[in-house]
């Protein structure tokens, strides 16, 4: 039987993908884009539509692993909210009934539920959600239809990324936006100060994670558990491209909380892994890969 993966064609959806053929695993992809991958058998659908191939590949799977949804904390578009809700809510909701009890699910939520590093200290599992914006809430609100299937015992671990970062990010993710910027000799935009914190965790190691964390249960968080200064990223932008970036600082949101922070302990416990993020190479292969994509 296979592991199916939602959202297989995204960010992390394709990392986790590679990493399950690395395994050797069989994997069956879902997403609304097409999955053009060697050994990978595919169905292009959207998880609320009620299709019998996602259906019958739900009740078939030897696991699954959850990463559809509508990302985005800065999307302001009009219908986000709509968007947030059938994606972040709807599908996971869609999911659920499909999936026998006894199959294990990891469900990808956010580190954003936090609403940041509030106590002075890395976030915990036990701390309470804190959501701040629309993006954040609607991942509780999923987290919320995922509590009774974990309370009765099901293997359903819900997972709490940290900032995600590495080759196949999107384009309007920090560090994209910033390699972008210093290749067109633009200044890099920085949201609220360089002295913020962010708890990036190379995608190659949450896809492992996300991958290993399968028959537990309850929420993980997946973070390396050491913060960096925003500063410290720009400066890894400037070292990898061989520049001296140009800043501009400019207001950030109520969502762009000040700081996030990963308290590992429970991922570590349950898998033995504990993320190691190196800035200077994860910056050098989201560049390699932006230039890669422009060169067709």
Known sequence: ??????????????AVVSHLLERDEPVLAIDRRP????????VRADLCDGDPAVQAALRAAESVIH????????????????????DNVEAIRALLAAIPTDVPVVVASSSSVYGGARYGRASRESDPCDPVGGYAASKVWAEQLCAARVD????????????????????????????????????LRVLGGLDRTRDFTDVRDVARALAALRGASGVVNIGAG???RLRDAVDAVGTVLGTEPVVEVVPAAP???PDTWADPSRLAELTGIVPVTDLVDAVARVADAAELEAAG
């Open 255 to 257: 969502e762009e909380v």
């Open 67 to 86: 990463l559809a949804g509508c990302p985005g904390v800065r999307d302001r578009a009009p219908d986000v909210e709509r968007r947030r809700r059938r």
């Open 152 to 187: 009765a015992g099901a293997p359903l671990v819900v997972a709490r990324p940290f900032t995600v970062i590495g080759e196949g990010q999107r384009p309007d993710m920090a560090l994209s936006r910033w390699i972008a910027a210093a290749r067109q000799g633009r200044p």
């Open 1 to 14: 039987m296979p592991v199916v993966v939602t959202g297989a064609a995204g960010f992390v959806g394709s």
């Open 226 to 228: 050491s913060p960096h």
């Open 35 to 42: 999955v053009a991958r060697p050994g990978v058998a595919a």
